[in-house]
Nanobody, 122 residues
Framework: QLQLVESGGGLVQAGGSLRLSCAAS????????VGWFRQAPGKERAFITG????????YYVDSVKGRFTISRDNAKNTVYLQMNSLKPEGTAVYYC???????????????WGQGTQVTVSS
């Protein structure tokens, strides 16, 4: 079993930055790909970025390319999501997930965190 805990969410003005963390405990975290998802009010949860087990491969949806950066520190069992130039439409609950795949959107995501709220004010 792998437990994931997100942190770093909060309220930020449009154009601002936040860094989310996804801390893992339990099984061997470094063998899993990790993804970040977000769910805005009234919408389905959607993949935004993922990273493979080593950090060598990363994937982004077009809407966050150039603004968000995913990274991982396997020694600390943590994956980060640096979010810059935040927009009001980025208001959502952000979730991290882990699975045995490449980290792309169609990775079989097996383990999920509880989410952290990000609110971007205009």
């Amino acid at each position: 079993q792998l437990q994931l805990v997100e942190s770093g969410g909060g309220l930020v003005q449009a154009g601002g930055s936040l860094r989310l963390s996804c801390a893992a405990s339990g099984r061997t975290f470094s063998s899993y790909a990790v993804g970040w998802f977000r769910q805005a009010p009234g919408k389905e949860r959607a993949f935004i970025t993922g990273i493979n087990w080593s950090g060598a491969m990363t994937y982004y949806v077009d809407s966050v390319k150039g603004r968000f950066t995913i990274s991982r520190d396997n020694a600390k069992n943590t994956v980060y999501l640096q979010m810059n130039s935040l927009k009001p439409e980025g208001t959502a609950v952000y979730y991290c997930a882990a699975g045995g795949g490449s980290g792309s959107y169609n990775t079989p995501w097996t383990y999920w965190g509880q989410g952290t709220q990000v609110t971007v004010s205009s």
